[in-house]
């Protein structure tokens, strides 16, 4: 994990669709996957790329091993993954061998962290400095959540920190994002949950520093968002890095 990106390399424990609150790219490092949108026709593909706030399914042999990239709005490379799932078919993207070819290396090396991040500053470059479109105001949302997970902000206290009335923040929040605030602020809680549970190892003592109730109540929020419960994920991840580059 960093700051603003999070990669996933392993089996796909989820059943049933999803919602993420950030761009999504599914790599597979071995047999092609089913994928579909919505009620949309399955699909069969090696890469898929989901923008934010699209219901979505991916189903796979259990022993095949994929790779999940989620990136946030303030990630240099937003906005490349969004043009990304709007431009290409999901059988015809660019690049498609190289994207595959170094997700492998990474799982195959079992690179550091720092390798990591720079290997998808590789792929994913902006190279005439395009910045991610989510409107600043939602950005700087973004940085108060992730500052203070715990603490339950009220709309109308981030409305007159950002100078806009409730229902136009609310109505820019799920604009910008493609999901509703309170599922907006419980992405950025369960995020914060899984950046520090690499340093304390415990779910219950992650999910109450995030300001859950209980690590019941971060169960049932992790699983809306991924299909799958944290520990079926966490407990059996081999290597788990969280870059704790500053803001």
Not at 109 to 133: I, P
Request: net charge neutral.
């Amino acid at each position: 994990m960093w700051p603003f990106e999070t990669l996933y390399i392993g089996p796909i424990h989820a059943r049933g669709g999803v919602i993420y609150a950030s761009p999504v790219l599914c790599v597979s490092l071995g047999e092609a996957f089913k994928y579909r949108e919505g009620n949309g026709p399955w699909i069969d593909s090696y890469i898929t790329c989901t923008p934010a706030g699209i219901f979505h399914e991916v189903r796979t042999n259990p022993s095949n091993i994929i790779a999940k990239y989620w990136v946030e709005g303030e990630s240099k490379h937003n906005f490349c993954l969004t043009q990304f799932s709007s431009m290409f078919e999901h059988s015809n993207y660019p690049n498609q061998k190289s994207i595959i070819s170094t997700f492998n290396k990474i799982y195959e090396n079992s690179c550091t962290s720092n390798e990591v991040k720079t290997a998808m500053d590789g792929l994913f470059n902006q190279q005439d400095g395009t910045r991610s479109k989510i409107d600043q105001r939602v950005l700087h949302l973004s940085r108060l959540l992730r500052n203070d997970p715990d603490y339950n902000f009220s709309i109308a206290h981030l409305a007159s920190a950002v100078d806009l009335s409730p229902s136009r923040l609310l109505h820019l929040i799920k604009q910008d994002t493609g999901v509703a605030y309170r599922r907006f602020r419980m992405w950025h809680r369960v995020r914060y949950a899984l950046s520090i549970y690499g340093m304390q190892n415990s779910i219950t003592h992650s999910s109450i520093e995030a300001g859950f109730n209980d690590s019941a109540h971060f169960t049932r929020c992790f699983s809306s968002f991924y299909g799958a419960t944290p520990s079926s994920v966490l407990k059996s991840l081999e290597i788990y890095e969280v870059n704790s580059i500053n803001n």
